[in-house]
């Protein structure tokens, strides 16, 4: 099954664009989407293509069910151990585990899919293996990879599921704010960030 860590801003979207015109003050999923009315589409700006949304139309809320947004809901209670505690947090899933992270000087931890803690990844600080702010994480189960961009690094840190800390990827400049994709395939990283003053690349 496909994992997206962009799941939940995808949700949103849809709730968004799905606001629905009616008489009564909530339209339930029974009542189908047929009727509601488009507040989105997709114009053309110059050779690209971008979704304009109508905000006069957003007046109303729709109520969906969770299957509408996944096949396979899943509520897993996480150990609760001391160092197992979190607060609120950003998730990643993979087949076989969850990787919770939040800015609140805590170290990333990892658990299984039953919710057992299995270790921390690297530690809060600013040392070989350390991190301070993170803006995005990647979890490859498959390669027994773990990858952390922080703030104003010019380094992707790498960890394995064990929590220990590898060889870090060199970037081409420091990172404000960035996001990252790997594609083990073929060996590449993207990298984008915010397009700050100054900044010699947003790619």
């Known amino acids: 099954m496909k994992k997206s860590k962009h799941l939940i801003t995808g949700s949103l979207c849809i709730l968004l664009a799905s606001s629905c015109q009616q008489n009564s003050h909530n339209t339930h999923y029974s009542d189908g989407l047929e009727s509601c009315p488009v507040v989105a589409s997709y114009v053309q700006i110059g050779d690209d293509q971008v979704l304009s949304c109508d905000q006069k139309w957003l007046t109303d809320s729709l109520q969906l069910p969770l299957s509408f947004l996944t096949e396979k809901p899943e509520i897993i209670r996480l150990d609760n151990r001391d160092e197992a505690l979190i607060s609120d947090s950003r998730v990643l899933v993979s087949d076989n585990y969850l990787l919770v992270w939040n800015n609140h000087q805590n170290p990333f931890k990892l658990f299984d899919r039953k919710g057992k803690f299995l270790t921390a990844i690297g530690s809060y600080g600013q040392g070989p293996g ?44 420091r990172v404000p704010k960035g996001t990252f994709h790997i594609d083990v395939r073929d060996s590449t990283i993207a990298v984008i960030v915010l397009p700050f003053e100054g900044m010699p690349a947003v790619a």
């Open 130 to 173: 350390e991190y301070l702010n993170v803006y995005d994480a990647s979890l490859n189960e498959k390669n027994n990879r773990i990858y952390i961009l922080p703030w104003q690094s010019a380094q992707l840190l790498v960890y394995d599921l064990e929590g220990n800390s590898l060889p870090s990827i060199p970037l081409c400049l």
